[in-house]
T-cell receptor, first 107, second 120 residues
Framework: RKEVEQDPGPFNVPEGATVAFNCTYSNSASQSFFWYRQDCRKEPKLLMSVYSSGNEDGRFTAQLNRASQYISLLIRDSKLSDSATYLCVVNDYKLSFGAGTTVTVRA | GAVVSQHPSWVICKSGTSVKIECRSLDFQATTMFWYRQFPKQSLMLMATSNEGSKATYEQGVEKDKFLINHASLTLSTLTVTSAHPEDSSFYIC????????????????FGAGTRLSVL
């Protein structure tokens, strides 16, 4: 089983829509998680940390479910600029990256 | 956020040549730098962890004699792909972690823009 698994998508959504996707992780002892955003042929950029109580940053909401070992990202009121690949990252001393979920927002 | 500069951004070379990639932290001191490789549509794979003034720690399956890492200062780490072959063609990305205790605990890493290596 991979350390971090994500639905690759793509998720094609119209502007203004809400899109959500999950990521599962294999190490039940993992405590720290991030969501990164990666544009095509660019470096990953930190989108947000994931806290155990769930957290919001503007239109982005991250949730953590330890019992089922998954984290989720929800994007509200999608913008064209949200089109990217979203990487789920587990922080266990070293960072373990998922392969990413591609989101395409269309006009 | 902190800035990490990676150079060159794109390299095309002949099989058998060596390629050096530089990673610099521009506005902070990075006690630890990381080197990743990413193949198309795949996740970033950690190749090695580089600590200033000491030998790099390589992940399983990564040849240390093939991928030479030098972290001579708190702001510079280099990765040299020796005798590159077409199968080494990939996107190589470095990251740097600031030395502050809080940042280490959070393990927040700042990424360079990546180097696309194409070996003919």
């Amino acid at each position: 089983r991979k350390e971090v698994e994500q639905d690759p998508g793509p998720f094609n959504v119209p502007e203004g829509a809400t899109v959500a996707f999950n990521c599962t992780y294999s190490n039940s002892a993992s405590q720290s998680f991030f969501w990164y955003r990666q544009d095509c042929r660019k470096e990953p950029k930190l989108l947000m940390s994931v806290y155990s109580s769930g957290n919001e940053d503007g239109r982005f909401t991250a949730q953590l479910n330890r019992a089922s070992q998954y984290i989720s990202l929800l994007i509200r009121d999608s913008k064209l600029s949200d089109s990217a690949t979203y990487l789920c990252v587990v922080n266990d001393y070293k960072l373990s990256f998922g392969a990413g979920t591609t989101v395409t927002v269309r006009a | 956020g902190a800035v990490v500069s990676q150079h060159p951004s794109w390299v095309i070379c002949k099989s058998g040549t060596s390629v050096k990639i530089e990673c610099r932290s521009l506005d902070f001191q990075a006690t630890t730098m990381f080197w990743y490789r990413q193949f198309p549509k795949q996740s970033l794979m950690l190749m090695a962890t580089s600590n200033e003034g000491s030998k790099a720690t390589y992940e399983q399956g990564v040849e240390k004699d093939k991928f030479l890492i030098n972290h001579a200062s708190l702001t510079l780490s280099t990765l040299t792909v020796t005798s590159a072959h077409p199968e080494d063609s990939s996107f190589y990305i470095c990251s740097a972690r600031e030395g502050l205790a809080g940042e280490i605990a959070k393990n927040i890493q700042y990424f360079g823009a990546g180097t696309r290596l194409s070996v003919l």
